[in-house]
């Protein structure tokens, strides 16, 4: 007895040398058909088939393996050209335990956190560009940009020139661009940022006085309201779109084609309550919101007039109560006109019903 192919058969036996010697041979290196490979397989022992198992396996993951060499070769490479372009231009990649960890203060005294290093030398050298870069990868941390951005800004040689740099025509694109399912949204978000972080840094008793930056800028803000104007009225226009002239307007002056329910239009599509820390700080903004509050008031728009009193922070000036109980008042008389008119009707329909 012997053991043959893992089963145990007689040593000598003559059919089992017939059949050995009819079936057909397999040789190294050649593909086996279905039925020579189940038969094969079916004499394996188990330990075999997993040998063969493990091997495919190995495969897989050596081919795998060179898939991610590939890629990490890719990415290495593009790493090299963005650190190449960046220091051509001055700038040094930093890792973030480099940045500074000692607080500072403002020119009005208050403690801002952490400034990371990278943005102030991209406000040093006045890259519009490299900011840009660096906000729209930090866009979704808007908390985090606005703490740096402010102090930053105070680095660049012209700030009001750098910002304008920074924004560039982006507002004659059209409205598209500023809907909420835009692939631009984000781009827009960085515009918007800088207009809002530059009004947070502005002494409001010392702003710019250089005059070509004014004309710019209320080139730029004219251009914006003609092309909004042009797709509709203010008061139908994006959130965003209104924001953004806004801010542009808050920041360098407003021209004199604006009339008073422009600048209304623009603080009740904009949301203004979002961005008011930076608002208030406006010195060519704030001193019109009286007049606006009053021409609101009369036209019976006392909700609006009270939510542009609190953005504006110019509680003073006006009594919350007195306007909400004039809102109230107001809102009672015209029910009761419209009860009126909704009952006449009827009395004129049946006149007979009275006798």
């Keep these: 007895m012997a053991f043959r192919n893992g089963s145990l058969i007689p040593a000598h036996d003559p059919s089992t040398r017939e059949n050995q010697s009819s079936s057909p041979t397999i040789q190294r290196g050649t593909v086996p058909t279905n039925t ?4 094969e397989q079916s004499n394996h022992p188990q330990f075999l088939k997993s040998i063969d198992d493990l091997t495919a396996f190995s495969a897989a993951v050596d ?37 500074s960890q000692s607080p ?6 208050e403690t801002v956190a952490e400034i990371s290093d990278k943005v102030e030398r991209l406000c040093e050298l006045m890259c519009s560009k490299g900011l840009r870069r660096y906000m729209y990868s930090n866009i979704s941390d808007r908390a985090k940009l606005i703490e ?17 740099e920074c924004i560039g025509k982006f507002y004659l694109q059209g409205r598209k661009a500023y809907a909420s399912d ?10 918007l940022l800088i207009l809002e972080s530059y009004l947070l840094m502005l002494d409001p008793k010392k702003p710019f006085d250089r005059v070509s930056i004014k004309d710019q800028a209320e080139a730029a803000a004219v251009a ?19 924001r953004g002239l806004l801010l542009l307007i808050a920041c360098f002056g407003i021209p004199s084609s604006f009339s008073s329910m422009d600048l209304f239009d623009l603080v009740r599509k904009s949301g203004a309550a979002e961005i008011a820390a930076a608002l208030k700080r406006s010195p060519f903004l704030v001193p019109m919101m009286s007049g606006i509050v009053d021409s609101s008031i009369k036209r019976g728009k006392h909700i609006e007039a009270l939510g542009m009193i609190y953005t504006f922070g110019i509680e003073d000036r006006f009594s919350a109560s007195s306007l909400l109980t ?9 029910f009761e006109r419209a009860k009126q008119k909704a009952q006449a009707p009827i009395a004129f329909a049946c006149p007979f019903f009275t006798h």
């Design 148 to 164: 740096e951005l402010p102090a930053a800004l105070k680095l660049a040689k012209e700030p009001a020139n750098f910002v304008l």
């Design 104 to 109: 500072r203060n403002d020119a009005s005294g």
């Design 224 to 242: 914006w309201k003609k092309r909004m104007m042009s797709e509709g009225r203010l008061a139908a226009a994006e959130a965003m779109d209104a």
């Design 326 to 334: 004039s809102f109230l008042r107001m809102s009672k008389e015209s």
């Design 63 to 99: 081919a795998f393996k060179r898939h991610y060499d590939d890629l990490q070769s890719h990415m290495d490479y593009i790493k090299n050209a963005i650190d190449s372009s960046l220091k051509s231009k001055g700038i040094t990649a930093e890792s973030p335990s480099s940045r």
């Design 36 to 39: 020579e490979i189940t038969i």
């Design 182 to 191: 835009s692939h631009m949204i984000p781009a827009r978000q960085v515009s």
